[in-house]
């Protein structure tokens, strides 16, 4: 259990106030608002990909190509539910976190960022587990 004693920092502050407006929020605008607060924590870019029916692809809310479960580390984030972070030519680091509703899967966060810390993967971490969509 937290212990509410200390004071918040920025970081808390933004992943609390993400999770409270997150959910009443609608489904299209998930793109959007997962952007928004991964740039507020500094973390660089996000996106979010839903599972088909088939579940043989993830597919992405907003602009993107859709990502195949088999082959993909994406994939292997949804398959798995374990979060996965790998080199990206050009961007940094790429963190993959699946999304869940209790034991359902529904799909991955993608993170592009120059780099991660402990506290960074801490922080973000939590967003899939605690995540209403």
């Keep these: ?4 004693t200390q004071p ?23 793109p959007r608002f997962a952007e928004q607060y991964t740039r507020a924590l500094g973390l ?8 088909d ?3 043989h692809r993830l597919v992405a809310l907003a602009q993107g190509p859709d990502l ?12 798995t539910g374990s ?3 790998a080199e990206d030519t050009g961007a940094g680091l790429v963190a993959w976190f699946p999304l869940t509703d209790g034991a359902e899967r529904l799909g991955v ?4 960022t120059p780099a991660l810390d402990r506290e960074a993967v801490r922080r973000c971490g939590c967003w899939p587990r605690c995540s209403p969509w």
């Design 8 to 30: 918040l920092n920025l970081g808390e502050q933004l992943l609390e106030q993400f999770l409270t407006a997150g959910r009443t929020l609608d489904p299209r605008d998930a």
């Design 1 to 4: 259990m937290p212990d509410r």
């Design 83 to 85: 979060m996965r972070v």
């Design 44 to 51: 660089g870019s996000a996106a979010v990909y839903l599972a």
């Design 109 to 112: 966060l993608g993170l592009r």
């Design 68 to 79: 195949p479960i088999d082959g993909t580390l994406a994939g292997w984030t949804f398959r």
């Design 53 to 55: 029916i088939q579940q």
